[in-house]
T-cell receptor
């Protein structure tokens, strides 16, 4: 069964910490995405990558960066965590443009 | 820009009732349309999709028809079960790499 795996289900971090969220897919997909999910706002795109070492900003990139050194792994980095980054973070991948996403189970991040 | 509108809910139905969750969209060109489902504690799963006008997507008893004239992609199921309780997201894929999601509609099915 194909999978997108997010390294943590729950994380609690302190304000100002540097936070790494890891995502790995085993489907040889070209495209990978990071979304955050908040009540009443749905899913908002933070960053995406359509190939190794390539990245593009989504709708809300401020305060985040990403890294994609290998095809299967896409990391989201919170440079200096703030309380307004408390959210559910969802990683997704797809084989290429036009296809549906496969999502991970999500990481619920709380910044205190 | 592109947008998707759906009610947040919750929508509460009795088991075996008929389900409709409305979805309307605004987009330039000819987007592809999707429904995703999120069960409690999980990520989203692709439920069905349609890529052009008048296409009908279907899966697990759910259906949705791409209506260009009304810019809609309403999700329907003839008889819901308790196991269908979840959050349902309508989404569209417009320009290159860009997918826009609605806010999600929570469905609660009671026995």
């Amino acid at each position: 069964d194909v999978k997108v795996t997010q390294s943590s289900r729950y994380l609690v971090k302190r304000t100002g910490e540097k936070v790494f969220l890891e995502c790995v897919q085993d489907m040889d997909h070209e495209n990978m995405f990071w979304y955050r999910q908040d009540p009443g706002l749905g899913l908002r795109l933070i960053y995406f990558s359509y190939d190794v070492k390539m990245k593009e900003k989504g709708d809300i990139p401020e305060g985040y960066s990403v890294s994609r050194e290998k095809k299967e792994r896409f990391s989201l980095i919170l440079e200096s965590a703030s309380t307004n980054q408390t959210s559910m973070y969802l990683c997704a991948s797809r084989v290429q443009d036009g296809y549906g996403y496969t999502f991970g189970s999500g990481t619920r991040l709380t910044v205190v | 820009g592109d947008s998707v509108t759906q009610m947040e809910g919750p929508v509460t139905l009795s088991e075996e009732a008929f389900l409709t969750i409305n979805c309307t969209y605004t987009a330039t060109g000819y987007p592809s349309l999707f429904w995703y489902v999120q069960y409690p504690g999980e990520g989203l799963q692709l439920l069905l999709k349609a890529t052009k006008a008048d296409d009908k997507g279907s899966n697990k008893g759910f259906e949705a028809t791409y209506r260009k004239e009304t810019t809609s992609f309403h999700l329907e199921k003839g008889s819901v079960q308790v196991s269908d309780s979840a959050v349902y997201f309508c989404a569209l894929k417009g320009g290159y790499q860009k997918v826009t999601f609605g806010i999600g509609t929570k469905l609660q099915v009671i026995p």
